[in-house]
Nanobody, 122 residues
Framework: QVQLVESGGGLVQPGGSLRLSCAAS????????MGWYRQAPGKQRELVAT???????NYADSVKGRFAISGDNAKNTIYLQMNTLRPEDTAVYYC????????????????WGQGTQVTVSS
């Protein structure tokens, strides 16, 4: 099993910034992508951003130009730099990864972090 350990959430005023981190707890054979999702109260979980080991990124329209996802392959870690935060960004942010732990694994398994709360409020 792989654990995804998140950090960096908290309370910030509108217009402020936060940086989230997510680290995989062990080495593995292959990863197809890692990313961030978020879930606000009463809403479905939604994609925020994803990144591949090659550096290709994908963003939700609502965060384009404000958020930036990056990764450190050597550390099996990704980051989410969140700027110009808005109250509507308030949510629990979850790290996600698609990983093959062993070379003989036929499929990529999906892993989730425990979630970190981001609250944007004055």
């Amino acid at each position: 099993q792989v654990q995804l350990v998140e950090s960096g959430g908290g309370l910030v005023q509108p217009g402020g910034s936060l940086r989230l981190s997510c680290a995989a707890s062990r080495n593995f054979f292959s990863i197809s992508d890692m990313g961030w999702y978020r879930q606000a109260p009463g809403k479905q979980r939604e994609l925020v951003a994803t990144i591949t080991p090659g550096g290709s990124t994908n963003y939700a329209d609502s965060v384009k130009g404000r958020f930036a996802i990056s990764g450190d392959n050597a550390k099996n870690t990704i980051y989410l730099q969140m700027n110009t935060l808005r109250p509507e960004d308030t949510a629990v942010y979850y790290c996600n990864a698609h990983i093959k732990i062993y070379v003989y694994d036929a499929y990529y398994n999906t892993y989730w972090g425990q979630g970190t709360q981001v609250t944007v409020s004055s």
